[in-house]
């Protein structure tokens, strides 16, 4: 499959990877491989991120800290560790 950039409008009937910059208007299915959010968000135990699709190991990259941020479990309450020093934390309340 092939990989670009862009902006615009999506259409593929047979799998995109690369970027989109904008909104997302309608149903997106598949592997999200990395997404950007707050402190504020990893902290909010009914943030979506912490409640849709959460998934052991699963990346984020937290622009309040500029690092990368990795789930310890599935659940909404499962504590995210900064993976660039593997001790500090974030735990959902």
Known sequence: MAQTSFTGP???A??????????ITGN???TL???TTTSTALLAIGNAVN???????ATLYN???KT???AQGST????WIDASDGTTTITPV
Not at 76 to 79: I, Q, Y
């Open 33 to 35: 491989t990395s997404t």
């Open 51 to 57: 409640t849709s699709g959460k998934a052991l190991g």
């Open 76 to 79: 909404a309450g499962s504590t």
């Open 14 to 23: 047979n799998g995109f990877i690369g970027s989109v910059t904008g909104n």
């Open 28 to 30: 997106v299915t598949g």
């Open 10 to 12: 999506v259409a593929s």
């Open 63 to 65: 622009t309040t800290t």
């Open 68 to 70: 990368f941020y990795v």
